[in-house]
């Protein structure tokens, strides 16, 4: 089995210069004008951050520190770059454009409507201004840069009961200009929240305390190509619904930088076949010579996967083979939206991880919702027989999994938890009627996250946690309650690799070294 992936690609991937089309960029993607603009701006200040004087010998040791650069940042960046402007529409350009479209048409009563000066009183429905801002494109593209077709707001206009003249045409859209700042000063305040956030996790959580260009405030979310273009990095956004691209939401997740980043892996853009049909034959073209040769997929980020592209590249895979299993990475909002997603693409398990239980309760609620046989398979509907007949109801569904202790991309149990529940819940998740996965270094009490994308070589503990007066006893012991704190303290806290003996009543752990595979 090996991972697939459609989303991203590395930042020196030059194939994508051959089609700027097929990275998501301010250029083919106007919504990321905002978010772009500030990423530059704080980008530019890291790379003066001494020169500035922003903070005592420019650095961040303290709160105080942290509160001094906040302060910078609202008045010298977030003030003067004037977010509010890039959702606004020019009205007075409106109103030109919409003359000179009545101008163009026979009908000269509404050029004269259009021209009176009268005001009279006429209701605008709230649905009458959502329905101008679904109109309305390129938010975030530019100050005063949002635009809305001329020729359907003229029809519109023309149609409408009681008519508009340019003065309520124009009052209707300052109104909107009104709404859209309300909602930008709520986006203002968590985008500064957000960056105080990373601020303080770079530098004091992470006992850093240097700005520089090699490590500025906070993480870049563009990265610049050898042509010129900034390419959007790929990330994830917690919570987020798996039917939408957060890179094109008119949300601007971007922009309130709700994005946690993936600094090394530019997003990849889709769109339809004839736009990036070279992205297209590329990823079909890898697709199925791992088709060839694994007999599985984990289709890894498939939450951030559109259902079409996924479906197009897994149905020319199973044509290439026809037993390919598919194990998927897809964190929803709910069990039904991860049905739905694996029935349409034909997924046979979710990736799912023993690791993010917090407590028993957690584990038990975990264990039954994806233990229970009779209900976990997708379509499954249980015959019922009463009068010799057969009758079928319809019951909750929900796709199968596979449990894994611990993925590649968290932290290990040392970390997260501590060593003593590392064994506990191993074991609990091992003896589950499911599917079980595992990752290097956890089987062997590993204490340390290894990264997947800079670790070239797998680690050895260097320094124990513990002195051990003999590291080549053999230990065995009962598979019973045991002083879990006690046995980590006489091994030494090394790696391990453990077994069961023939009589399934002891479990017996080995020095790291001696071979044996769990």
């Known amino acids: 089995m090996i991972d697939i992936l459609w989303n991203h690609c590395s930042i020196n991937s030059e194939w994508i210069l051959e089609e700027p089309s097929c990275y998501f960029s301010p250029k083919n993607t106007p919504q990321l004008g905002a978010a772009f603009e500030l990423d530059e701006l704080m980008y530019k200040l890291s790379e003066n951050f001494q020169a500035l004087n922003v903070t005592e010998r420019g650095q961040i040791n303290t709160m105080d520190d942290v509160n001094k650069v906040i302060n910078f940042i609202q008045r010298e960046i977030i003030g003067p770059m004037n977010i509010r402007e890039y959702f606004f529409i020019d009205v007075k350009k409106l109103i030109d454009n919409l003359m000179k479209a009545y101008a163009e048409t026979e009908e000269k009563e509404y050029l004269e409507r259009m021209q009176t000066d009268s005001m009279d009183l006429i209701f605008v429905e709230n649905s009458e201004y959502e329905l101008m801002k679904k109109q309305m494109k390129n938010f975030g593209k530019s100050p005063n840069g949002v635009e809305i077709d001329i020729q359907w707001l003229k029809h519109y206009l023309m149609n409408r009961f009681l008519k508009l003249n340019n003065r309520e045409v124009a009052k209707l859209f300052r109104h909107i200009n009104y709404q859209m700042a309300l909602k930008v000063d709520g986006w203002i305040d968590e985008l500064t929240c957000n960056i105080r956030d990373e601020i303080i996790y770079r530098f004091l959580k992470c006992n850093k305390n240097t700005v520089s260009t090699s490590y500025a405030l906070i993480s870049r979310y563009f990265y610049t190509l050898s042509n010129g273009d900034a390419a959007a990095l790929n990330g994830y956004v917690s919570g987020y619904a798996a039917n939408e691209d957060f890179t094109t939401s008119q949300e601007q997740y971007y922009l309130r930088r709700k994005v946690i980043i993936w600094s090394d892996l530019i997003k990849l853009n889709y769109q339809t076949q004839d736009k990036c049909s070279k992205l297209w034959n590329r990823m079909n073209e890898y697709t199925t010579k791992m088709a060839l040769i694994f007999d599985g997929f984990r ?138 996965g595992t990752v290097r270094g956890c089987d062997e009490l590993f204490m340390h996250h290894i990264p997947v994308t800079s670790t070239r070589r797998y680690p050895r503990i260097k320094s124990l946690p513990f002195k051990v007066a003999n590291r080549d006893q053999r230990i065995l012991f009962l598979v019973a309650p045991i002083d879990l704190g006690d046995f980590i303290r006489k091994t030494g806290g090394q790696c391990f690799q453990d077994r069961f003996s023939r009589n399934v009543q002891q479990l017996e752990a080995k020095p790291h070294g001696e071979s044996s595979r769990r």
């Open 299 to 436: 289709l890894d980020n498939f939450h951030n996967t559109n259902i079409q592209t996924a479906k197009y590249f897994i149905n020319n895979a199973i044509q290439t083979n026809e037993s390919l299993y598919l194990l998927s990475e897809l964190f929803t909002d709910s069990p039904v939206t991860d049905a739905n997603y694996c029935l349409r693409v034909g997924v046979h398990r979710l990736v799912r991880e023993f690791q993010n239980c917090y407590s028993l309760h957690d584990i038990i609620e975990f264990i039954n919702f994806y233990s229970a046989e009779t209900t976990n398979q997708i379509t499954y509907i249980p015959p019922l027989f009463k009068n010799n007949y057969e009758i079928s109801y319809l019951k909750p569904v929900k796709p199968l999994a596979i449990l894994y202790d611990q993925t590649h991309d968290n932290s290990s149990f040392f970390e997260k938890f501590n060593i003593q529940m590392q064994l506990p819940l191993v074991a609990i998740a091992s003896f589950q009627s499911l599917m079980i």
